[in-house]
T-cell receptor
Framework: GQQLNQSPQSMFIQEGEDVSMNCTSS?????WLWYKQDPGEGPVLLIA?????ELTSNGRLTAQFGITRKDSFLNISASIPSDVGIYFC????????????FGQGTTLQVKP | NAGVMQNPRHLVRRRGQEARLRCSPM?????VYWYRQLPEEGLKFMVY????????ESGMPKERFSAEFPKEGPSILRIQQVVRGDSAAYFC??????????????FGPGTRLLVL
């Protein structure tokens, strides 16, 4: 079936450091989304990408839609303790299905 | 501006009972999606509904699971004769009418189902 491979699985970093995580697939995606999930809560949309090569920022977060349409990455600059959580990539393949495919998640821990 | 609302937040059922999970989409949203999340895993798509229509149920188990989104009221995910393997977090998402492809989905807080 369709799968997204997200890496790394977990990260433990020092406050102030930059973070990078990515998602890859053997299939082409039309849309890439990045979500953050806190314990006991639902995923919150961070960034949405709609075109190959697109680079979009949201504050300290920057994400890119890979040119091959098979990958995406998320960067967090100057991490702070509240960045702690699980980050998920999600992709949508064909139009009008509404089905998002999620990666396995990257657990981020930030040491003050 | 209320977000996606789900209730109950936690639900405990014994094997063989029925579970009903409710989802009220964001105001003005007409597309609803249900996902299931097992511990330490990503979300898995179950079903996509519009008002009174099931658009894509390719992720829904063939037996015991059903979903509806009536003209009035919340969307309901119904699990009959629950088994322990149904224990998971169930998330609902919604998107606006202009987003027929579900490109931007906003998630609710989820319902944590525990089957004893």
């Amino acid at each position: 079936g369709q799968q997204l491979n997200q890496s790394p699985q977990s990260m433990f970093i020092q406050e102030g450091e930059d973070v990078s995580m990515n998602c890859t697939s053997s299939s082409i995606f039309n849309t890439w989304l990045w979500y953050k999930q806190d314990p006991g809560e639902g995923p919150v949309l961070l960034i949405a990408l709609y075109k190959a090569g697109e680079l979009t920022s949201n504050g300290r977060l920057t994400a890119q839609f890979g040119i091959t349409r098979k990958d995406s990455f998320l960067n967090i600059s100057a991490s702070i303790p509240s960045d702690v959580g699980i980050y998920f990539c999600a992709g949508r393949r064909t139009s009008n299905t509404g089905k998002l495919i999620f990666g396995q998640g990257t657990t981020l821990q930030v040491k003050p | 501006n209320a977000g996606v609302m789900q209730n109950p937040r936690h639900l405990v059922r014994r094997r063989g009972q029925e579970a009903r999970l409710r989802c009220s989409p964001m105001k003005g949203h007409s597309h609803v999606y249900w996902y299931r999340q097992l511990p330490e895993e990503g979300l898995k798509f179950m079903v996509y509904l519009q008002k009174e229509n099931i658009i894509d149920e390719s992720g829904m188990p063939k037996e015991r699971f059903s979903a509806e989104f009536p003209k009035e009221g919340p969307s309901i995910l119904r699990i009959q004769q629950v088994v322990r393997g149904d224990s998971a977090a169930y998330f609902c998402a919604s998107s606006p009418p202009t987003d027929a492809g579900g490109e931007t989905q906003y998630f609710g807080p989820g319902t944590r189902l525990l089957v004893l």
